[in-house]
């Protein structure tokens, strides 16, 4: 039995057995104990068999609940490691797309490349642009590239 034991507990480091009688029959738990990565591999085996079953089949449990407990470890291992690979990839991103800094804005999305007149660039008083802009809208036909925000002001 502890042959059967050895594996899980290799990868676990550390583990509870808890045997107790209800009725007629044995109740098993195997419990792996301590922190873990993932809550699944912290999950207890619990049988509960008569000491004869137990006595035939215990150890082929065991041995497969050991062989899944470290194949899950292995699997959060792998992927915690391909977790860490892609938050590098990243990082490395960012700290190049940073690194260029000179590098000139992307205009909005729909923005024309023609120059329009803009409210906060204009050096006239604020009826001056309104009024402009509400002129603008009215002699301008909407454009089909995106929405007229003159005629917002109408």
Same mark, same amino acid.
């Given at each position: 039995m502890f042959v059967a034991l050895e594996p899980l507990l290799k990868s676990c480091g550390n583990l509870k057995l808890s045997l107790q009688m209800k009725g007629d029959a044995i109740v098993v738990a195997v419990m792996p104990t301590g922190t873990a990565k993932d809550p699944s591999l912290l999950q207890p085996l619990v049988l509960t068999a008569s000491a004869v079953e137990l006595d035939a089949g215990f150890v082929e449990v065991l041995q497969s609940y050991a062989g899944a407990h470290v194949s899950l470890?292995?699997?959060?291992?792998?992927?915690?490691?391909?977790?860490?690979?892609?938050?590098?990839?990243?990082?490395? *991103?960012?700290? *190049?797309?940073?690194?260029?800094?000179?590098?000139?804005?992307?205009?909005?999305?729909?923005?024309?490349?023609?120059?329009?007149?803009?409210?906060?660039?204009?050096?006239?008083?604020?009826?001056?642009?309104?009024?402009?802009?509400?002129?603008?809208? *009215?002699?301008?036909?909407?454009?089909?590239?995106?929405?007229?925000?003159?005629?917002l002001f109408e």
């Open positions: 470890a292995e699997q959060v291992a792998a992927t915690t490691a391909i977790l860490g690979a892609a938050e590098q990839t990243q990082v490395s *991103k960012a700290t *190049k797309a940073i690194g260029k800094g000179g590098r000139p804005a992307l205009p909005a999305p729909g923005a024309s490349s023609e120059t329009t007149d803009d409210p906060d660039t204009d050096s006239g008083n604020s009826d001056e642009v309104e009024s402009n802009t509400s002129a603008s809208a *009215k002699a301008e036909a909407p454009s089909s590239s995106g929405t007229n925000l003159a005629s």
